[in-house]
């Protein structure tokens, strides 16, 4: 346990620099004292990390001091080729440098741990998008990455609901990949509002302006993610639906209105002749909830509401009048 925190110390100090002994407690989650202990141990190792005294000083390492690649053990290696993924890789571009960058940490790797690590290239492959669903246009993927690496801001024109929106110009904060697609987090110039998400594919031309901007130092990208999430699926308008379904064919359910929607069903506790059972359900975006139930065919019936079973029987009459009408 000490041998691994000293390395992350170690690693921490050749990557951020100058740390303060509370700061590498905190980062540690021990004591001030056992990182006053710590760092005298590394320094008798033969480790150059040298200590500066006062408001401003702290703990660093001697100028020009790296570490090699050592110390690392079999899951931290073996995890480090499951986090490459090719395809949005070179999306951004990166696709070259992360196979030049895995080349170099197998060179670096002890052989046994090189085997390993190959051979979780030949039996892994992440796939990040969904089924039955093709990857997004997205050419102005790399000027944005370009302004969310480099802090300048971007000015960009975005379609919402099959219409252009004015010019705006973006602070922005990280790019997020979803279910095969991607996301731009960013601050409106000029706007006190929290930080927007942007689908990237939606965005019809991207400048990259000259002007930098200063990330805000609360801002965490993955928390922010979490949280919007949270808020959107809580936004999202439900319809209360009550039916009766074939239980061997309830998984239409999660195929036709998610896996979601069947998680959170309510049975009713009622007595059916067919020996169905009674679902309470919260159908997502109420004008769609016909079209999505119509497909549960004769599995299911539709008892409440009775504007939704209408609109079914609507649907259902459609459909058979059109192929009445194509076989005649």
Same mark, same amino acid.
């Given at each position: 346990m000490r041998a691994s925190r000293l390395? +992350?110390? &170690? !690693?921490? &100090?050749? =990557?951020r620099g100058r740390m303060t002994a509370q700061e590498l407690a905190d980062e540690m989650e021990v004591s001030v004292r056992t990182i006053y202990r710590d760092a005298d141990q590394l320094a008798a190792a033969g480790i150059p990390v040298y200590a500066d005294r006062?408001? %401003? *000083? *702290? #703990?660093?390492?001697l100028d020009g001091y790296r570490t090699r690649l050592t110390g690392m053990t079999q899951g931290e290696a073996e995890s480090l080729f499951f986090a490459g993924i090719p395809g949005p890789a070179a999306e951004l571009g990166l696709g070259a440098v992360l196979a030049t960058a895995q080349l170099k940490l197998l060179a670096a790797l002890p052989a046994d741990l090189r =085997?390993?690590?190959?051979?979780?290239?030949?039996?892994?492959?992440?796939?990040? $998008?969904?089924?039955?669903s093709g990857a997004d246009a997205t050419p102005h993927l790399g000027t944005i990455a370009d302004a969310v690496w480099n802090?300048?801001? !971007?000015?960009?024109? #975005?379609?919402? @609901? *099959?219409? +252009? /929106?004015?010019p705006r110009v973006l602070s922005p904060l990280g790019l997020v990949l979803k279910s095969g697609t991607w #996301? &731009?987090?960013?601050?409106?110039?000029? @706007? /006190?509002?929290? $930080?927007? =998400?942007?689908?990237? +594919?939606?965005?019809? +031309? %991207?400048?990259l302006l000259d002007e930098h901007f200063d990330r805000p130092p609360e801002f965490d990208l993955?928390?922010?993610w979490t949280a919007s999430i949270v808020s959107y699926e809580a936004s999202i308008p439900r319809l209360p639906v009550t &039916?009766?379904? /074939? $239980?061997?064919?309830?998984?239409l359910i999660a195929v036709l209105c998610g896996g979601s929607t069947l998680e959170r069903a309510e049975r009713i506790d009622v007595a059916? $002749?067919?020996?169905?059972?009674?679902?309470?359900i919260e159908v997502d975006w109420p004008e769609e909830a016909a079209h999505h139930l119509v497909g549960l065919g004769d599995a299911a019936e539709i008892l409440e509401p009775a504007a939704l079973r209408l609109e079914i029987e609507a649907l259902a009459r459609g459909a058979l009048g059109r192929l009445a009408a194509a076989g005649a």
């Open positions: 390395l +992350s110390i &170690l !690693l921490l &100090l050749q =990557t006062g408001p %401003a *000083g *702290g #703990y660093q390492l =085997t390993r690590a190959a051979r979780i290239r030949e039996r892994f492959h992440l796939d990040a $998008p969904g089924w039955f802090q300048r801001r !971007l000015c960009i024109e #975005y379609r919402r @609901s *099959g219409s +252009s /929106d004015a #996301y &731009l987090v960013a601050e409106a110039d000029g @706007s /006190d509002e929290p $930080p927007h =998400t942007y689908r990237v +594919s939606r965005i019809q +031309s %991207a400048e993955a928390e922010h &039916l009766r379904i /074939d $239980p061997a064919r309830r998984w059916d $002749p067919d020996g169905w059972i009674h679902l309470r």
